[in-house]
């Protein structure tokens, strides 16, 4: 029964809606009081013979307006405990898109998608059934049952006694149905999460699935996980299953008992007969009481497991938060790192050493080296999706720390076009504007055309307007790194990263797309990491990195008159670009 004091945060929230559900809930139990009893008294009047029309009319008329009456109540009460879960349910999947929204890359590296949509749909859901029919099931059982009980044992004390004795049963066989069902329902969440997320693996690399073949494969594998979430599930809907039986049983008996037993009342003249039938009556308004008894403790099972999985996950704190003293203040000049070592969580070995750069404002920095070298790291760092710890350096922007602004305020002062362009599944205008949601269509189309993308959306059929990504038209994977890029050029932001976001561009496309840099964003600093020399030719300043160190830094001329390792990748890359036009003449 934890979970209720759990939930009692959203309980307090809403005091009206419960305390007034619950008053109903209990008029309703004292409304079911009122049948039984005048169907005694007719039986009763029947058999004295001083039943007369009126008499007899007079209480159908009662029962008739009982029940009227007892129809609205339940009305009502459903509205209002239903309609509090719902809120409830709303409440806590928008929490935990929020905290998703505050979670660090590190934590979807560790979370399975799945299992991210298993807490949000499924967990919730069983959370909003124990706020409505757990809150119903519980009131209405203790409610209902001791009014009814009480009302009982003023007819014949011993009677209740006797029709009551299987009753501890019933609550033994719950409690150890309770408990088995605690255990299966949570293996059975997590094989649904299993199937969730290689579901939505699939869906995401059916290219790559088709492509080798292995659609076969990827289905055997999707059988056995569903095979595997069928097999939970119905062992959950075996101990599901037991507890009506069970129930069922354990009222049968009851009745049993209370017939039996208030027969021979009546014979030794100890129960007049409509009292036998009135008490009869309520042993049969019992029976819900009983089976709600039955299904709060499966419904407080479920919920309780469901809680303390969103509760787990929404206690993950974000690792990248704003400091105590951080300020609200864009941060503007020269960007410069000092970074004595990196290390990513739970990794020790360092994949930045020993950097120290800068760079002034306006001006273009280009990172190029291996892969892996640390090119997106360093990046990453400057954006805050990790950060340094103290004693391992610092990243400045205008003389201020990152560490000391908000990261609000800091991601505002930076557009990103990252490695791998993500699309939504919306039109090009919404992805485009996706860091600027007001941007007017001009703005847009100019984005598009310093991107060099605005010829292909022309062609596009409904231009700007066209949805792409995984829900509309698919896109190339260039035509999606010029929209990232359209995307970033569009937020107007002081620093500008593109990480390798060029790769897929051909050579022409690329030159227009950073002569269109060059002119529009005079004044303001530009970081390019690539693997392809030539994009960076024109930097201010360009840094070779290598095993997470600089090892040469310089412009493109006093690079090349080095004649080390930017040289020596120059060279190749010039070579491999002569062989893919035609060969070098010997
Ligand atoms: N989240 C992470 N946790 C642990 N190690 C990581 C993580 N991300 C990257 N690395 C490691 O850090 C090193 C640098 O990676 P990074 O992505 O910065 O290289 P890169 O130069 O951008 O490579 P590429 O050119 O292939 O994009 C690599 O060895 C990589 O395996």
């Known amino acids: 029964m934890r979970v209720f004091l759990d939930l009692m945060w959203f309980f307090r929230r809403h005091p009206t809606r419960y305390i007034v559900g619950i008053l109903l809930l209990m008029m309703v139990a004292l409304l079911s009081l009122i049948p039984p009893r005048i169907v005694g ?79 949000s749909t499924n967990d919730v859901q069983a959370i909003q059934d124990t706020a409505s029919e757990g809150v119903l099931t519980l009131v209405d059982s203790i409610t209902t049952g001791t009014v009814v009980i009480t009302t009982m044992a003023f007819i014949n004390w011993k009677l209740t006694i006797i029709s009551l004795l299987p009753m501890p049963l019933m609550a033994y066989a719950v409690t150890r149905y309770g408990k088995m069902l605690h255990n299966r329902f949570y293996l059975a969440q997590a094989a649904f999460s299993d199937i969730n997320d290689r579901v939505q693996e699939y869906v995401s690399g059916i290219r790559v699935v088709r492509a080798f073949g292995q659609e076969q494969w990827e289905r055997e594998n999707f059988v056995a996980l569903s095979r595997d979430v069928v097999n939970k599930s119905v062992a959950v809907a075996r101990i599901d299953s037991l507890f009506d039986p069970t129930i069922s049983v354990i009222v049968g008996l009851s009745y049993f008992l209370s017939i039996a037993v208030g027969a021979w009342f009546v014979v030794h003249g100890s129960l007049n007969l409509g009292s036998l039938t009135t008490f009869t009556l309520y042993l049969g308004q019992l029976i819900w009481p009983m089976l709600a008894f039955g299904f709060l403790f499966n419904i407080v099972e479920r919920g309780s497991a469901s809680y303390e999985r969103v509760k787990h996950l929404l206690a993950i704190a974000p690792a990248v938060t704003n400091r105590p003293h951080a300020v609200d203040v864009v941060p503007t000049g020269r960007v410069a790192f000092d970074i004595h070592h990196f290390c990513y969580p739970e990794n020790d070995r360092p994949v930045l050493k020993d950097i120290v750069l800068e760079i002034e404002k306006g001006q273009t920095l280009g990172i190029v080296g291996r892969t892996g070298s640390g090119k997106t790291t360093l990046m990453r760092l400057l954006l805050r999706e990790f950060d340094l710890k103290t004693g391992e350096g610092d990243i400045l922007i205008g003389n201020v720390s990152i560490y000391d602004v908000t990261l609000d305020a800091l991601r505002q002062s930076i557009a990103y076009a990252p490695q791998d362009a993500f699309i939504f ?162």
């Open 41 to 119: 008294l007719i039986i009763n009047n029947l058999t004295h013979h001083t039943l007369t029309r009126g008499k007899l009319y007079d209480d159908l008329l009662i029962i008739l307006i009982t029940a009227l009456v007892t129809y609205v109540i339940r009305y009502l009460w459903r509205i209002l405990l239903f309609g509090g879960a719902i809120q409830l349910g709303a409440e806590l999947r928008t929490r935990l898109y929020d905290h998703f929204t505050l979670m660090s890359p590190e934590f979807y590296h560790h979370k399975r998608i799945g299992d991210l949509m298993a807490h």
């Open 425 to 586: 599944s919306e039109t090009v205008a919404q992805n485009i504007a996706f860091g600027k949601p007001d941007a007017t269509h001009d703005e847009i189309v100019n984005a598009a055309y310093l991107a060099s993308i605005l010829e292909d959306v022309q062609q596009f059929p409904q231009g700007f307007e066209t949805v792409v990504g995984e829900r509309g038209t698919n896109l190339s994977g260039g035509q999606k790194q010029r929209i990232s890029i359209a995307r970033a050029l569009l937020q107007n932001a002081e620093i500008l990263l593109l990480d390798d976001t060029l790769s897929a561009v051909d050579a022409r496309t690329e030159t227009h797309i950073l002569d269109s840099i060059k002119k529009n964003r005079q004044g303001r600093t530009t970081i390019i990491a690539t693997h392809r020399l030539r994009t960076v030719e024109h930097a201010d300043q360009i840094i070779v990195l290598e095993n997470g160190t600089i090892v040469e830094r310089g412009t493109h001329e006093s690079l090349w008159a080095l004649g080390g390792r930017y040289w020596d990748m120059y060279r190749r890359q010039q070579l491999e670009t002569q062989v893919e036009q035609g060969g070098i003449e010997v």
